[in-house]
């Protein structure tokens, strides 16, 4: 066994997170250059550190989920979003169940909520939102931001529902009162059902072929007929069919 899969093994008992299913070049790339500036010669010696060091735990966990995040990311499929797909949604269910899954620090939930505000009021609106890593859940509980993060949003929205702090921005109390945080591991745990919307972007390019699979069988099952998972920008589905999907618009799938 090599020194990298004593890694994944051990990583796996302890953390129950299964390295195995990311593509290994990537992961390796990303947790050498964590053990080096740690000052550890390989795998192994980094596992029994982090046995035995919660923060550098953390910090391994912080490393190994990858946070790249702004608000309304890839302006264009937000109005799409806002402008056909919930429309769309709102004929059959006044207050849709929407999952921001692998959520990161927030920015995505918190968009949908906005969004969301144009069509009805914010009372009505619910959001799971979801993410791997602990840290970036109490980040995202917070909901400050730099002003890059909020490079996409319009202004009449920035002026709505953020407060600005200092050299940051805050998101307003009645959007986070919209959005639950909760830890979940999109491999491993289960997945509630009867969702109107699935948010899953920028993600599944980091997971196997056989990984990204499951995930979308999981989606697929999560959604009530007619739902919609909405997919990032490099992360188009070559056969939708295969779950259960047929093409709504770009990078939105209908599950039939």
């Not at 923060?55 to 608000?71: A, G, H, K, P, Y």
Request: include cysteine; proline fraction near 3%; charged fraction near 30%.
């Amino acid at each position: 066994m090599s020194d990298y899969e004593q890694f994944i093994d051990g990583i796996k008992r302890k953390t129950g997170i299964d390295l195995a299913l990311y593509k290994e070049a990537q992961m390796k790339r990303r947790l050498t250059s964590l053990y080096e500036k740690k000052g550890f010669k390989n795998f192994v010696e980094f596992l029994n550190a982090l046995e035995k060091d919660r923060d550098l735990m953390n910090e391994f966990l912080d490393r190994m989920t990858i946070n790249v995040s702004e608000f309304y990311r890839n302006g264009k499929r937000w109005e799409v979003l806002q402008n056909k797909i919930f429309p769309m949604l709102l004929q059959t269910n006044k207050r849709p169940k929407i999952w921001s899954a692998a959520c990161s620090t927030g920015e995505e939930p918190y968009s949908l909520a906005m969004v969301l505000s144009h069509h009805i009021p914010l009372s009505q609106v619910g959001i799971l939102a979801t993410d791997l890593d602990e840290n970036v859940i109490q980040k995202a509980k917070l909901g400050l931001y730099p002003e890059r993060s909020l490079a996409e949003v319009p202004k009449d929205v920035q002026a709505k529902y953020f407060e600005k702090e200092g050299q940051f921005y805050k998101v307003k109390d009645e959007i986070k009162r919209t959005v639950t945080f909760k830890k979940h591991n999109l491999l491993k745990d289960n997945y509630e059902s009867n969702f109107d919307l699935i948010v899953c972007r920028n993600v599944m390019i980091y997971f196997t072929e056989e990984a990204k699979d499951q995930i979308y069988e999981n989606f697929s099952k999560a959604l009530r007929p007619g739902g919609i998972l909405f997919v990032g920008s490099t992360e188009q589905i070559f056969n939708p069919a295969r779950y259960g999907f047929e093409v709504e618009d770009t990078f939105f799938y209908r599950k039939k």
